[in-house]
C-alpha cells in the first residue's frame, strides 16, 4: 500500500455505529517545522491517505517524552507514529538527534512492558515529503490493522491490577 | 641468543626461490636485531595480486587461508615481498571491514576467521618493533660514504588508505634505515613510479613496458647521484637487474650501479659476512663498490 | 468553568464539502466549557473577524478555538483578532481541519471528515482548557556590535554599521587590520591593485568615529545571549604605548635582530618590533616577544633608547578588556594549506616552489622585490613558471573534499601578471576544470589563454624536482594524452583554502557551529545565509568556505544590516514558548543542562538569608531559550516545562483521542 491515491474506504466507529469493522486508531506525534508541514503539503497538493491518523503537534521530536506514548496507548490508540525533521536539518539544531538516542533506548522498554514493536513507527519527513508522509501513514495503518486492537491497556484497567 | 621474539614469516613464493638471497639476508639480520623469523607450517600463494573489481571474492581466499595459518601462528605476520604484503594486508582489510565478504570467504575455506591479524612488513618490524636508533647501535661496519637511491615501487605504499605504512608520496623510511646504518640517501624523483611489475610475463610488449619503466627509474636514480640502489621487492629487484644492461647500451654516459635488496646492506652493516647474504647472487655486484668506498 | 467558544470555518466548500461543519460545531457545544459555537462561511474574511471579535467581547469568551485550515496559515491572524477583543492571544488554538482533514480525505459522504473533524477539534480544545496566559518576551537590545576579524568582510561589516550610527568593535588578531586582501597585488577580474582600493578601507575603519579597533587581540570568552552579549578580549602585549608611540619607525629601523616575516610568507625577513607591513594600520609596532633578546634574557634594549617619545614598554602584560554589545560578527577568513602535506611537490625543500599568497607578494609592487618577479632562490627573472592548481582541493585523500573556488581565478590573473611584468616569460597551467562562474570572469580566464599566452594543460602533476638547477614538472596532459615534462624556473601552487587556524576553538567559545572541515555553519545555507543557530551571531567572509573578495564584502554588508535590523528597535520580541523550571522539585541532575542545544540552561544558586548556598536549581534564560522542548522529555523530576506545550496541554490531547 503505497501510493498517494489510495482511496480511503474506512469511516470513524462513531459515524458508522457499532457494526462498522474495525478500524485502527492510530496517534502521531509530529514537529511543527517539518513534519507538520509536510503533512499540510499533502492537504495543498490535495493527496489522499487513510484517515486513521491524528497529529499531536509539538515544536519539536525532542519534546517528546516516552510516556506521551506510552499515554497514547493506555488512552486506546492502536499505532503511534513519532515523525520530525531529517538529522541534521532540525529547526533546532540538535532535538531530533535528541529524540533518536531517546527512541533507542525507549524501544526496548517498550518491547519488555509488551508492546509489539510493530506498533511504533518512527521516520523522519521534512515539509517537502508529503507523499512520504501519505505513504507512512498508509503503511502504519495497514500494518497495525493486520496486528489488531490494542487491548492489552484496556484488558488491564478492566481487570484490575 | 635463546630468547629471540618470534615472528611468523610467510614468504610467499619468490623467496625460497629467485629472491633466496633477500630472504636469508633477511633472516640473519634479524638475528642480530633480536627476532626469529619463523615461516609459516603451511601457506601457498597469496594470489600474486588483489582483486581490484568489486565482486570477484574468490580471489580473496587464496589469501585469506595464508591469513588463517597465521593466526595459528600468532597475532602478527610479516612478509618481504611488497606485493605478498599488499595482497594480505588488503584482503585482511576487506575480512575485518566487509561483514557480507567474510561470511562468504569463510564459507567457502571452512573456516572461521575475523580480520585481527596484524599484518606489517619486515621494514615496519624494523621501524616499529626494534627501532632504527637501536639498529642503529648495533650496526658494526657503518655504510658510511654509501651514497644509495631508495627505491620503494609501489605496492607497498599504496594504495595509501590500506596500506598506511608510510607517506605514499613521500615515503622516507627506507631512507631513514640507510640514515641509522650510515649511508648517505639519495633522493630521486622516481623512487616511488612502477618498475612495470609483472607486465613483463605479458610478452614483448610488455617487456618494452618494463624495461622503459624501470629505465626511468634507474636514470633518475643515478642521475641524482645514487651509486646503489636498494630495492624492497622482488619484483623490482628482478626488473631492475633485468634491465640496467639495456639502459647501459642505449643512455650514452650511463654506466651499471649495483641494485640489492635492503636486507642485505642491512646484514652488511649488522657485520655479516658477504657469503651469509648471498652478495654473489646480484646481477651487479655490490663488492666492488664496497671495496672502492672502503665500506 | 471555563468559556470557551468553537468556531468552525466552512473555508468556502473547502472544507464544508467533505465535513459537515455544522455537525462539527453541534458535537463541541455538548462537550463542558464550551458556552458557543459558530459555523461559519469564511472565518478568515474581515467580517469573520469582526465576528469573532464580537463574539469574544460579548460573551465573555475566555478561550477560543477555530476548526479551520493549519495554524501555518492564519494562527496569527485569528491570536492577532482576538488580542483585539481583550483576550489573551495564546488563549487561541487553532484546530486543522483542512490540510489535515478536509483536503486528504475526499469522501463527499462527509462521513469520514466530519468524524475526523470532530476528534482533531476535540484534541485542540481539551488542550485549550490548560492554556495560561502568555506574555511575549521583551528583551532589551544592546545597540554596540562586536566584529571578529579585521579583513575586508570585517572591516566592510564595521564600516556599514557604524555609518549605520551604531559603535562598532573590530577585534583583529595580527597587529594590523588587513587581512589576507592586504597581501594581494591585483584583484581579479579588473586587475586594480588591491592595496588601493584596501588602505583607503583600512583608514577609514581607523578614523571612523563610531569604531574602536582592538588589534593584536583576541576574544577569549563570549557570556549572554542576543543583544545582550558580554565579550572577554584578551589585548596581547605589543611592549609599545599605543597612546605614545607615533608610528616614526626610529624602533625597528634600529633593531638589529630578524625573523622571518609572516606578512610576505617568510620572503624576506622583518625585525624583532615591527609591523607587518608599511600601511599597518593602526602604524604601531609589536615587538615579537618569542625571539626578541631584551625581552627573553634583557639583553639589547636598542628600541627603548632609540624612542622619543619614550613608547616603548617592555614590562607591559596581556589586558583583559570586558565589552558589552548587543550582536556579533564573526569574519576569520581563511589560512592556506600546509603545503608540508605535498612533498612530491617540493615545497620548503625546492626554493623556487611557492604559494599562492607568496607569488601576490613578488608581484606587489609593496613586496619585497618592488614588484618585480624575481625567483626566490637566487633572484632570476624566471623565463618560465608553472602554477598547479588544485594542489589539496577536491582531494579527498588531503580531507579536502570541497573546491577552493577562487584558485582557477586567481591563477589566471597570476599568467597575466607575470606576462604584464615578464614579456617573454611562458606560463603553464596544469589544471582539473576550470571553474570561472562569475561576472566577467570566464572571459577573464579566456583572455589570459587566448590574448595573454597562458600555456593551460589539463591534468595532474606527479611530481616536481630538480635537475640542472632547473624544476622539473612532470604531470600529465590528459587532453593529448600523454606524460609530460615540463622544464621550469619557478612553481607557483594554488594551495587549498582551509578554515582558520583554531576556528573550531573559536566557535565553541561563541556557540555556532562548523563543518566537519571547520568552516563556519549558516543557519540555512539557501535562506539565512548570514545568521548562525545563535540569535545575534553572524557570519562573514571565508570563514564560512571559500569565496571571492565581491562575495566576502556582500556578505558583510549582509552581516552588518542583518545587525542593523537587530538594533533598530530598543526591545527585541520573542515567542513565550520557553522553558520554565519549578524550582521547588529541581533535584539538580543537571540532565537539562547537558540536553540544551542552546547553552540556555544555567546552575542558580539558592540562598538562605544569610547569603547561604543551601542548593543548586536549574535556571532557564529567557534570551536564550528557543523553545524546542528538549530539556522537558529529559528531565526526570518533572520540574522543567514548556510554556504553550506544557506536559498538561499534550496529555489532555492525547486522552481527547
Known amino acids: 500500500m503505497s501510493n498517494a491515491k489510495v482511496k480511503a474506504e474506512i469511516v470513524s466507529k462513531e459515524v458508522e455505529g457499532k457494526d462498522a469493522p474495525w478500524e485502527p486508531r492510530i496517534t502521531a506525534l509530529v514537529c511543527n517545522w517539518c513534519t507538520y508541514a509536510g503533512a499540510d503539503l499533502a492537504g495543498t497538493s490535495r493527496m489522499e491517505y487513510r484517515p486513521n491518523v491524528r497529529i499531536i503537534k509539538l515544536p519539536c521530536t525532542g519534546r517528546i517524552d516516552p510516556l506521551f506514548i506510552i499515554k497514547a496507548f493506555e488512552k486506546g490508540a492502536d499505532g503511534v507514529l513519532v515523525s520530525g525533521c531529517h538529522p541534521g536539518d532540525c529547526h533546532y539544531n540538535a532535538g531530533n538527534y535528541h529524540a533518536r538516542r531517546r527512541w533507542i533506548g525507549f524501544n526496548s522498554l517498550m518491547e519488555f512492558i509488551g508492546i509489539d514493536m510493530k506498533r511504533l513507527h518512527f521516520s523522519w519527513i521534512s515539509a517537502s515529503e508529503a507523499i512520504k508522509w501519505v505513504d507512512l501513514v498508509n503503511d502504519v495503518t495497514e500494518e497495525v490493522k493486520k496486528l489488531g486492537p490494542f487491548g492489552e491497556y484496556q484488558d488491564i484497567n478492566k481487570d484490575g491490577l | ?295 | 468553568m471555563p468559556r470557551i467558544g468553537v468556531f468552525v470555518c466552512q473555508c468556502g466548500n473547502n472544507i464544508s464539502s467533505t465535513v459537515d461543519t455544522a455537525k462539527v460545531a453541534e458535537e463541541m457545544s455538548k462537550l463542558p466549557g464550551v458556552v458557543l459555537t459558530e459555523d461559519y462561511k469564511f472565518m478568515c474574511s474581515s467580517p469573520g473577524q469582526d465576528m469573532l471579535k464580537e463574539t469574544v467581547a460579548k460573551n465573555k469568551l475566555d478561550g477560543i478555538v477555530v476548526a479551520a485550515c493549519s495554524p501555518h496559515m492564519h494562527e496569527k491572524t485569528f491570536r492577532k483578532a482576538v488580542e483585539k477583543a481583550g483576550l489573551n492571544p495564546y488563549k487561541c488554538e487553532i484546530a486543522n481541519i483542512r490540510e489535515q482533514c478536509s483536503w486528504v480525505h475526499h469522501d463527499t459522504t462527509k462521513k469520514i471528515g466530519t468524524a475526523k473533524s470532530i476528534d482533531l477539534t476535540r484534541m485542540v480544545l481539551e488542550r485549550l482548557k490548560r492554556n495560561k496566559n502568555l506574555t511575549k518576551i521583551s528583551i532589551p537590545v544592546n545597540k554596540r556590535a562586536l566584529v571578529i576579524g579585521g579583513g575586508i568582510a570585517g572591516i566592510q561589516a564595521a564600516i556599514d554599521i557604524a555609518d549605520g550610527g551604531r559603535d562598532v568593535i573590530l577585534v583583529e588578531k595580527e597587529p594590523s587590520i588587513g587581512g589576507n586582501m592586504a597581501k594581494l597585488s591585483e584583484t581579479f577580474p579588473t586587475m586594480d591593485c588591491s592595496q588601493c582600493i584596501m588602505t583607503p578601507k583600512m583608514v577609514e575603519a581607523e578614523l571612523h568615529d563610531r569604531i574602536q579597533l582592538y588589534t593584536y587581540s583576541e576574544v577569549e570568552k563570549l557570556d549572554g545571549y542576543i543583544g545582550n552579549f558580554s565579550v572577554t578580549i584578551r589585548k596581547k602585549a605589543r611592549f609599545v604605548n599605543e597612546d605614545l608611540c607615533t608610528g616614526c619607525g626610529d624602533c625597528w629601523n634600529k633593531c638589529p635582530f630578524k625573523a622571518d616575516s609572516e606578512f610576505e610568507h617568510g620572503l624576506t625577513k622583518r625585525k624583532l618590533i615591527y609591523t607587518p607591513f608599511p600601511q599597518s594600520v593602526p602604524n604601531i609596532p609589536v615587538i615579537d616577544k618569542e625571539r626578541c633578546p631584551k625581552i627573553l634574557k634583557d639583553k639589547c634594549g636598542l628600541c627603548e633608547k632609540v624612542c622619543q617619545p619614550e613608547a616603548i614598554d617592555y614590562t607591559q602584560e596581556d589586558e583583559i578588556v570586558v565589552e558589552e554589545v548587543g550582536a556579533i560578527v564573526v569574519a576569520t577568513g581563511y589560512n592556506l594549506m600546509d603545503e608540508a602535506r605535498f612533498a612530491p611537490y617540493g615545497y620548503g625543500k625546492l626554493k623556487d616552489v611557492i604559494n599562492g599568497l607568496q607569488f601576490e607578494r613578488l608581484a606587489s609592487s609593496s613586496g619585497p622585490t618592488g614588484g618585480e618577479i624575481q625567483r626566490p632562490s637566487d633572484g632570476k627573472v624566471p623565463e618560465s613558471i608553472v602554477f598547479i592548481q588544485c594542489v589539496g582541493s577536491r582531494d579527498e585523500s588531503k580531507g579536502v573534499s570541497y573546491c577552493s573556488k577562487i584558485c582557477c581565478m586567481y591563477t589566471a590573473k597570476h599568467t597575466m601578471l607575470y606576462k604584464h611584468k615578464v614579456h617573454d616569460g611562458q606560463a603553464y597551467v596544469f589544471y582539473m576544470d576550470i571553474r570561472s562562474g562569475g561576472k566577467r570572469y570566464e572571459e577573464f580566464t579566456r583572455r589570459a589563454i587566448e590574448q595573454e599566452g597562458a600555456m593551460y594543460l589539463r591534468g595532474r602533476v606527479s611530481r616536481v624536482y630538480e635537475k640542472n638547477g632547473k624544476l622539473m614538472v612532470q604531470g600529465a596532459d590528459t587532453l593529448s594524452g600523454s606524460q609530460v615534462v615540463i622544464e621550469a624556473d619557478m612553481v607557483v601552487l594554488a594551495t587549498a583554502l582551509v578554515s582558520r587556524q583554531g576556528a573550531d576553538s573559536l566557535a565553541q567559545k561563541l556557540g555556532i557551529g562548523y563543518d566537519k572541515h571547520k568552516f563556519y555553519s549558516e543557519y540555512h545555507p539557501k535562506l539565512k545565509p548570514v545568521e548562525t543557530i545563535t540569535g545575534g551571531i553572524f557570519l562573514a567572509g571565508s570563514c564560512v568556505g571559500p569565496m571571492d573578495i565581491p562575495e566576502s564584502v556582500s556578505m558583510g554588508s549582509a552581516a552588518a544590516s542583518k545587525v542593523q535590523a537587530l538594533f533598530s528597535a530598543d526591545m527585541l520580541d520573542r515567542e513565550p514558548i520557553t522553558s520554565k523550571v519549578r524550582e521547588e522539585t529541581c533535584n539538580a541532575c543537571w540532565d537539562c543542562v547537558t540536553a540544551c542545544p542552546y547553552v540556555a540552561i544555567s546552575k542558580k544558586e539558592i540562598k538562605n538569608r544569610k547569603g547561604e548556598v543551601i542548593r543548586m536549581v536549574a535556571n532557564v534564560n529567557d534570551g536564550l531559550c528557543t523553545g524546542c522542548g528538549t530539556c522537558i522529555a529529559a528531565c526526570r523530576s518533572k520540574t522543567i516545562d514548556l510554556a504553550g506545550y506544557t506536559d498538561e496541554q499534550v496529555y489532555a490531547a492525547l486522552n481527547a483521542f
Open chain 2, 1 to 295: 641468543m635463546s630468547d629471540l621474539t618470534k615472528i611468523p614469516y610467510y614468504p610467499g613464493c619468490t623467496l625460497n626461490t629467485v629472491a633466496k638471497h633477500f630472504e636469508e639476508s633477511a633472516a640473519v639480520s634479524a638475528k642480530t636485531l633480536g627476532f626469529e623469523l619463523v615461516e609459516l607450517e603451511q601457506w601457498n600463494c597469496c594470489g600474486a595480486s588483489f582483486p581490484m573489481s568489486a565482486n570477484n571474492t574468490m580471489g580473496l581466499s587464496a589469501p585469506t587461508k595464508v591469513l588463517v595459518e597465521a593466526n595459528k601462528a600468532g597475532d602478527t605476520v610479516t612478509t618481504l615481498c611488497s606485493v605478498c604484503y599488499n595482497v594480505l594486508k588488503r584482503t585482511n582489510k576487506v575480512v575485518k571491514d566487509d561483514g557480507e565478504k567474510r561470511r562468504v570467504i569463510n564459507d567457502f575455506i571452512e573456516e572461521d576467521y575475523d580480520g585481527g591479524l596484524n599484518v606489517v612488513h619486515y621494514l615496519e618490524i624494523l621501524r616499529d618493533t626494534v627501532g632504527f636508533d637501536k639498529v642503529k647501535e648495533s650496526v658494526t661496519r657503518s655504510l658510511k660514504g654509501l651514497k644509495i637511491g631508495a627505491y620503494y615501487g609501489c605496492m607497498l605504499l599504496r594504495p595509501f588508505e590500506d596500506m598506511g605504512i608510510d607517506d605514499h608520496e613521500g615515503p622516507t623510511i627506507i631512507e631513514d634505515l640507510l640514515k641509522a646504518l650510515g649511508a648517505e640517501p639519495v633522493d630521486f624523483p622516481n623512487k616511488i613510479e612502477c618498475c612495470g611489475a609483472h607486465l613483463g610475463a605479458g610478452g614483448k610488449e610488455g617487456e618494452e613496458v618494463v624495461s622503459r619503466l624501470s629505465a626511468c627509474v634507474m636514470r633518475s636514480a643515478v642521475g641524482s647521484g645514487a651509486e646503489l640502489i636498494v630495492t624492497s621487492c622482488p619484483l623490482c629487484q628482478y626488473n631492475l637487474e633485468e634491465s640496467q644492461a639495456e639502459v647501459v647500451k642505449n643512455v650514452a654516459g650511463y654506466s651499471a650501479v649495483p641494485i640489492v635488496y635492503f636486507t642485505q646492506l642491512l646484514g652488511l652493516a649488522l657485520g655479516q659476512a658477504d657469503e651469509m647474504l648471498s652478495l654473489d647472487k646480484n646481477k651487479w655486484d655490490v663488492r666492488e663498490l664496497l671495496k672502492d668506498k672502503e665500506v
